[in-house]
């Protein structure tokens, strides 16, 4: 594996997972596995090891807050960011 690239090693899992997948577990998982970049994963759920079993992404709220939103919900300082802006889990 002399000069081997991000894709070859990412190609070599992929295939290493199909071939080692037990039966009784059903079929294994669809190839190319998905991916995501930091900037995708740092936007789209806050963190840079999302759990993407769940399709919890997080949102910048700020527009609804402005406009009333937030007087039925509960917002506390640990919603902003370093630029002040309001985001939640949805």
């Given at each position: 594996?002399?000069?081997?690239?991000?894709?070859?090693?990412?190609?070599?899992?992929?295939?290493?997972?199909?071939?080692?997948?037990?039966?009784?577990?059903?079929?294994?998982?669809?190839?190319?596995?998905?991916?995501?970049?930091?900037?995708?994963?740092?936007?789209?759920?806050?963190?840079?090891?999302?759990?993407?079993?769940?399709?919890?992404?997080?949102?910048?709220?700020?527009?609804?807050?402005?406009?009333?939103?937030?007087?039925?919900?509960?917002?506390?300082s640990h919603n902003y960011n370093k630029n002040?802006?309001?985001?939640?889990?949805?």
């Amino acid at each position: 594996m002399s000069f081997v690239d991000r894709e070859g090693v990412l190609a070599l899992v992929e295939d290493l997972m199909g071939a080692c997948w037990p039966p009784e577990r059903g079929p294994p998982p669809p190839t190319p596995f998905p991916r995501l970049t930091y900037a995708q994963a740092m936007r789209q759920y806050g963190t840079d090891k999302p759990d993407t079993r769940f399709d919890w992404q997080v949102g910048n709220i700020q527009t609804s807050v402005r406009n009333g939103w937030c007087l039925d919900h509960h917002i506390t300082s640990h919603n902003y960011n370093k630029n002040n802006n309001i985001f939640i889990s949805y």
